[in-house]
């Protein structure tokens, strides 16, 4: 990942919080926010979270590795304040959207495609044994109600709502709208109203 790419992540997870690009805003919810805005902590969590990717592969070694201890400290003090439990080497795609912080746990094996919306006490985790044993793949678009349990080597596709306290252990097709336990497909209306602000690629100058 090149500086330019961090910068990217950071513009677009950040637009689908506030729906503006600029750094001045960035730099307002990392560093000075005080909580009045609910989504200030999702702010600081994804900036961090991509702050530490980037550092843990960037060269040469010996002038990046005391900054990404310095972050990752700080990065992992946001875990435990928020509630977050989410790895810096997750595979998360652009446009991260945590709605709410708190319980929130996502194995470090899964993968979370672009403008993923996120709630408060969602796992996202491993199936340890059986046809299913390993981690989900997550689509784009993808909207994860409260509570929701994902589990196993399964695949939720794009433009997906799963329901609140939802449990899904088997695949999910595009656009469908899943709930209960166990999950079943209830419509085919996805994730319309769910998943805003991905409308980033109209103003590339400014995130670029």
């Given amino acids: 990942m090149t500086f330019k790419q961090l910068r990217?992540?950071?513009m677009v997870d950040l637009y689908r919080y506030t729906g503006e690009t600029s750094i001045k805003t960035l730099i307002k919810h990392v560093c000075f926010s005080d909580g009045n805005e609910h989504f200030s902590d999702g702010v600081k969590f994804s900036f961090h979270m991509r702050?530490?990717?980037y550092l843990s592969k960037a060269t040469p070694k010996l002038l990046t590795l005391p900054f990404y201890f310095l972050c990752l400290s700080i990065f992992n003090h946001y875990k435990y304040k928020f509630g977050v439990w989410v790895a810096h080497s997750t595979l998360i795609g652009e446009g991260f959207y945590i709605g709410h912080v708190g319980?929130?746990?996502v194995s470090d094996r899964a993968v979370i495609g672009k403008n993923c919306n996120i709630s408060q006490g969602v796992t996202i985790g491993a199936s340890n044994r059986g046809g299913r044993k390993g981690t989900p793949i997550i689509g784009d678009n993808v909207y994860i109600g409260p509570g929701a349990k994902i589990f196993g080597a399964i695949r939720v596709g794009?433009?997906?709502a799963v329901g609140a306290n939802?449990?899904?252990t088997t695949d999910v097709p595009d656009h469908a709208v899943i709930v209960g336990i166990p999950g079943k497909v209830i419509?085919?209306?996805?994730s319309t109203g769910y998943v805003n602000?991905?409308?980033y690629e109209d103003r590339t100058e400014e995130i670029a």
Avoid: A, Q, T, Y
């Fill in 187 to 190: 419509s085919l209306e996805g």
């Fill in 51 to 53: 702050l530490c990717s």
């Fill in 158 to 160: 794009n433009n997906v």
């Fill in 8 to 10: 990217r992540l950071w």
């Fill in 197 to 199: 602000r991905k409308d």
């Fill in 166 to 168: 939802c449990v899904v």
């Fill in 103 to 105: 319980g929130i746990v």
